[in-house]
């Protein structure tokens, strides 16, 4: 009787453990897609709380490529530390533009790619014969960065993010000056520019100083490290703060710049009527303006445009090209044309970065003050 009673008791607590796991279970699950929901929408916070499934991807991105060794610019590993913490590699190397290392019998240098601060194109020798990678590139002038340097081989490795006809990119200056002058015109109104936190944010911001505007120019927190960083590299910025905390009266007249993503967010109802603005090589597509939106679009890039990569190839003097990053086709189909040897790589795993960059739930602002 008592091991029957026992049993009778054992059993209920197995049945009781059991409901209340599954309960737990089931409210974990809850929780789990109420997240993903509040997540994906920016519904928290101004999209401070991102969704669990950003946070898997932004773990795999930024640890499932984790390099062992990695030889850069000073520029570029001080970046790369700001972005993805100090053990973002195992060991680190800095090199010098035009400095040459001898690894394994090739000859290794680091040119200028006018990119951004610290981008860098590779040029590796062998037996009288030379490659150069040029990562993204661009062969116009920027103050904030070394410009490009032409580099002569006989392989070159070119990026085609821009490798069409259709993209003949505006003269930057001029795309600053309608900017300032909508600014002008709409003295009411805040001007909200989305640029990618490195480089670009920091060339607007560059250019708008260039073109004689000395005021506060405002931004969104995603921006501070980065930006931080070029001024401490003693690249001349101006005045900037960051917009959190300011009222929202205070931001009619002025201009903030953010990423992308921040313009179509909760994030931007705290500025009065805002004009928004998008600086991208994309923005000569005006179908994509209008996707996203935007008023004023600007086209102004960090790559080189159609004109920009022929001209480069063509200078390089270099009989194969290999073509990756892009619109792979129509580069290499120029290239035949011209007598180059030439090839698509097709890497897998490269995007259009300027237009999709999330901030950082770190970067991440909240609070709006009336």
Known sequence: MADAVDGSLADGGR????????????????????????GRFGLVAGGALPAPSEILVRFWQDRGDYPGHVLATQETLDIMRLRYGENFAGSTQAIRY?????ISGVRVSYHPAGHVLGSAQIAVERKGTRIVASG??????DPTCAPFELVPCDVFITEATFGLPVFRHSDAAGEI???????????????????????????VIAMLRAAGYDRTIYLHGA??????????????????????????????GTITICPPTAMSDLWSRRFPDPVLAFASGW????????????????????????DGLVKTIAATGCSEVWVTHGEEEALVHWAHMQGIKAKPLAIVGYGDEEEHENPAPADAETGAKP
Not at 98 to 102: Q, R
């Open 98 to 102: 035009g400095e040459t290392l001898e």
């Open 223 to 252: 921006m501070e490290k980065i930006t931080a960083y070029y001024r401490e590299r003693g690249i001349d910025l101006g005045p900037v703060e960051l917009v959190k905390g300011a009222r929202k009266a205070e931001l009619a």
């Open 15 to 38: 049945r009781g453990w059991a409901i209340r796991h599954w309960a737990g279970l089931r409210n974990g699950v809850a929780i789990l897609v109420v997240w993903e929901f509040l």
């Open 136 to 141: 993204d590139y661009k062969d116009v002038a």
């Open 177 to 203: 000056r309608k900017l300032l002058h909508s600014v002008t015109v709409f003295p009411e109104r805040a001007h909200l520019v989305g640029a990618y936190s490195l480089g670009k944010a920091q060339r």
């Open 283 to 306: 923005m000569r597509v005006r179908a994509r303006a209008r996707q996203r939106g935007v008023t004023l679009p600007l086209v102004i890039s960090d790559h080189a445009d159609w």
